[in-house]
Nanobody, 127 residues
């Protein structure tokens, strides 16, 4: 089993920045990468970003390209999501997730490919 714990959410003004962290514990040797998703009330869970390992291929949702950056620290078993230029429409609960197998291409964007999820952290962007 793999446990994931997010942190770093909060309230920020439009144009501001936040950095989310996702710490992995448990059977982390079985990890193939990490993804971030977000969900607002009444909407589906949307793909935000993902990073693979080994290697560091990155993938981004269209709405966050150029503003968000995903990275990882292997020693700390932690994945980060640096969010710059935040907009009110970025307001959501952000979840980190780990796939249960190797993914490629567009499969990184599908929440169904992820078997491990954190509890979520709220990000609120005021206008």
């Amino acid at each position: 089993q793999v446990q994931l714990e997010e942190s770093g959410g909060g309230l920020v003004q439009a144009g501001g920045s936040l950095r989310l962290s996702c710490a992995a514990s448990g059977r982390t040797l079985n990890l193939y990468g990490m993804g971030w998703f977000r969900q607002s009330p009444g909407t589906e869970r949307d793909f935000v970003a993902a990073i693979s390992w080994p290697g560091s291929s990155t993938y981004y949702g269209d709405s966050v390209k150029g503003r968000f950056t995903i990275s990882r620290d292997d020693a700390r078993k932690t994945t980060y999501l640096q969010m710059n230029g935040l907009k009110p429409e970025d307001t959501a609960v952000y979840y980190c997730a780990a796939p249960t197998g190797r993914l490629g291409g567009s499969t990184w964007r599908s929440a169904y490919e992820y078997g491990y999820w954190g509890q979520g952290t709220q990000v609120t962007v005021s206008s």
